[in-house]
Nanobody, 120 residues
């Protein structure tokens, strides 16, 4: 079992930036960021795989960057050029395999989430 605690959410205007953090209790091979907007299903945003590779949803490519600081046991999501459609509750999750971002049901160890609101 891995404990995940997110932070860093907030409210920004469109075009702004935020950096989300997810502190984890121990190393796990794959970690990802997900978001859920009101009335919508949770969707995968970005994943960091233990072999060093990363994956991104098409909607955030070129704007978001996922990276880990293993010395601090922290996963980050740097979000630039934010859009109102990026608004949602952002959560991190983990897996010992490397499931696709689209297979939300295969991820576990969910954190409590941090809210991101982007105003137009």
């Amino acid at each position: 079992q891995v404990t995940l605690v997110e932070s860093g959410g907030g409210s920004v205007h469109a075009g702004g930036s935020l950096r989300l953090s997810c502190e984890y209790s121990k190393y796990i091979y794959t970690m990802g960021w997900f978001r859920q907007a009101p009335g919508k299903e949770r969707e995968g945003v970005a994943a960091s795989i233990g072999d060093g590779t990363t994956r991104y949803a098409n909607s955030v490519k070129g704007r978001f960057t996922i990276f880990r600081d293993t010395a601090r046991n922290t996963l980050y999501l740097q979000m630039n050029s934010l859009k109102p459609e990026d608004t949602g509750m952002y959560s991190c999750a983990a897996s010992w395999s490397s499931p696709p971002l689209t297979a939300v049901q295969l991820w576990g160890n969910w954190g409590q989430g941090t809210q991101v609101t982007v105003f137009s």
